[in-house]
């Protein structure tokens, strides 16, 4: 086998487990379980998620209407079931056979980082054949892919919030557990900044990104304990989040910010979320949420591209956060283009 797993397999979920998925942006869908397949099958299934995680890092709806209402075709003459536009990298990638949607992450240098999706939210590495890459003017764009290939020269930074108030005193060795366990499933090009808040947030990683290590290598920054008291500093967290890395160019990987708490903002914050909207696209960001607790339908008023909101077993719906996150961020492909 020439495929590295970065993932850890579940294989089960409590079939009392109950949970919801507030979607801001894109509609998410929710499956069951996912597998891993044998490498040897022409299409390569890497993981099957709970729910789709759209890493697309530039979107045009115009554009996306355009290409929707086109006649592209793949080589062979066969029309496309599926595609993504990066518009500031002026690049249009059409699929057929098994890719229902295609996520283009970022666009760095000729490498392309885009993740395809098979029925059912199965993350898939499809045949070279069964896709096609465009510019701006439909007109074809040379470009090589290799299955499995994953995007080497990409260093993806991800800050991970965890609320350690004193609501959260019942759920912070499940949070933690879940959170290394995360960490651990993650390919090496990935770097964690990891944050913890309560009355005020408090930096467990280097402040200097380029100090910080491997996601994978950094769990041992969660060993010690961390003691759940005090309010809740959850806008400043967020900001904090945002605020983690340089701002990059919109046609690179977006940062992520992925946030764990049980409660509302609790502590004064000079600005509103508004502000907190125009530090998220400034520093090119998606946040996602975990809600373990105190949810209120709409209380981000549309600020995280996903919240995912725990109502019964928390063990397993961390469980399910996790691994959709994970597989989603292992499964990226890499495709060379050639201008």
């Known amino acids: 086998m020439n495929i590295r797993l970065n993932v850890f397999i579940f294989f089960t979920l409590l079939s ?24 040897d099958r022409f299409i390569r299934t890497l993981g099957k998620v ?14 996306a209407l355009k290409v929707r209402r086109s006649s592209l075709t793949l080589k062979d003459g066969r029309g496309f079931k599926s595609f993504g536009v990066h518009k500031e990298a002026g690049l249009i990638i059409i699929a057929g056979a098994d890719v229902s949607h295609i996520s283009i992450a970022s666009v760095k240098g000729s490498n392309a980082s885009v993740l395809f999706y098979g029925a059912n939210n199965q993350i898939i590495a499809p045949h070279p054949n069964d ?19 994953t995007p080497s020269s990409l260093t993806i930074p ?10 959260m005193a019942g759920h912070m060795d ?12 993650l390919p090496d090009f990935m770097r964690c900044n990891l944050i913890a808040f309560n009355n005020d947030i408090k930096y467990l990683s280097p402040r200097d990104i380029h100090a910080q290590r491997s996601c994978s290598a950094s769990t041992y920054l969660l060993n010690a304990p961390l003691k759940a008291e005090g309010a809740t500093s959850l806008y400043k967290a967020i900001d ?19 946030v764990i708490t049980d409660g509302k903002n609790t502590v004064d914050y000079k600005w509103d ?11 090119h960001t998606k946040l996602f949420v975990f809600w373990a607790g105190n949810y209120t ?16 077993n928390l063990d397993n719906e961390l469980e399910q956060f996790f691994t959709s996150l994970g597989v989603s961020l292992s499964g990226l492909q890499t495709v060379q283009i050639r201008k």
């Not at 801001?24 to 379980?33: A, G, H, R, V, Y």
């Not at 983690?244 to 690179?252: E, I």
């Not at 339908?297 to 019964?312: C, H, P, R, W």
């Open 131 to 149: 896709i096609a890459v465009f510019d701006m003017d439909f007109k074809p764009v040379d470009f090589s892919y290799t299955p499995l290939k």
């Open 273 to 283: 979320l508004n502000w907190l909207g125009i530090r998220k696209r400034i520093s």
């Open 174 to 185: 499940k949070v933690i557990k879940a959170t290394k366990t995360f960490m651990k499933s």
């Open 297 to 312: 339908k709409g209380y981000m008023q549309g600020l995280a591209d996903l919240e995912f909101v725990s109502t019964k």
């Open 16 to 39: 009392n487990s109950a949970f919801a998925i507030e979607v801001i942006e894109p509609q998410e869908l929710q499956t069951s379980l996912f597998k891993i397949s044998d490498p």
């Open 240 to 258: 904090a989040g945002f605020s983690s890395h340089p701002v990059l160019s919109k046609d690179a990987f977006p940062n992520i910010v992925i």
């Open 158 to 167: 991800i800050t991970i919030a965890l609320d350690t108030s004193g609501s």
């Open 50 to 63: 709970s729910f789709a995680i759209d890493l697309s890092a530039s979107h045009d709806d115009l554009l």
